[in-house]
């Protein structure tokens, strides 16, 4: 058997969305408009480099609901720890939503790695979903034979990295988790994005289904020691340790884990 890699996990800020709160905590929290980051995880180990999810690449996509800083390109970020593009051996998606996979067009040499519900679910999502599939996750260069499509639970992709099946926010989401010197953590895409999910508990909003939601929380406090949310506010910067034990259910509520922000005209997308 090959021996376990160790893992480090590096936050790479990838924009920021303002938000109704109730498309993190179903049906809870209508009434506050939040900012919170995006974030794809850098995973490395002996020279493996693995990207999970790859960000927005068009910050005007939402208008003023969306946008980045300078060193909030995927470009930019990995540029930072020291990455190039050409130098991601894997990318491995979450899922498909566009704030998750647009820039996985500018990894064309890179193995993607997605659930195959996943990739069949984004060719015809439910309607509430639709807008957030809208863009092309291949092209010319990237194409349907550079996805690897998972249809396995406890996929051993590589030694101490394993992809778990956590439906709920989408039909083919998937998770992943990593060995790390803190013990396993799971990066958990939006099948949880912030620690209220866990111990209020509270399935994430715009799912497709709130009972996979809530299985896929109890099956990631069942199999991971920490959490890495792609939205999780706690999150700063280039942060490599110390990422949120993962909540109990009734756990007090993480402080100042969401920055609540004035009533705002609501802007409907077409």
């Known amino acids: 058997m090959p021996e376990k890699s160790v893992y480090k996990i590096t936050a790479l800020k990838v924009g920021t969305l303002r938000v109704n709160k109730a498309s993190m905590t179903y049906m809870s929290g209508f009434e506050k408009t939040i900012n919170v980051p995006v974030w794809a995880a850098a995973v490395e180990s002996s020279g493996l480099k693995i990207l999970v999810d790859t960000g927005i690449s068009d910050h005007d996509r939402w208008g003023d609901d969306c946008w980045g800083e300078e060193d909030e390109t995927i470009e930019a970020a990995l540029s930072e720890i020291g990455w190039r593009i050409r130098d991601v051996d894997i990318v491995i998606n979450s899922h498909l939503h566009w704030d998750h996979a647009e820039n996985n067009t500018l990894f064309a040499g890179s193995r993607f790695v997605v659930s195959r519900a996943e990739w069949e679910y984004a060719k015809n999502p439910i309607p509430s979903q639709q807008m957030l599939y809208d863009f092309s996750w291949t092209d010319e260069s990237t194409t349907y034979m550079d996805y690897e499509l998972v249809a396995v639970d406890d996929f051993d992709l590589v030694p101490g990295i394993r992809l778990i099946q956590t439906p709920g926010h989408t ?21 949880a994005c912030l620690p209220e999910n866990f111990s209020a508990p509270v399935a994430p909003g715009g799912a497709t289904s709130i009972e996979q939601a809530f299985h896929s929380l109890d099956r990631i406090r069942d ?3 920490r959490v890495f949310m792609n939205h999780d506010p706690n999150i700063t910067k280039f942060q490599d340790n110390g990422f949120l034990v993962v909540p109990n259910v009734g756990d007090a509520p993480v402080e100042g884990s969401v920055e609540t922000l004035p009533p705002r005209i609501v802007r409907h997308h077409h």
């Open 171 to 191: 039909r083919g989401h998937q998770s992943v988790l990593v060995s790390t010197a803190e013990g396993v953590v799971c990066i958990a895409g939006d099948a």
């Open 223 to 225: 199999t991971a020691d």
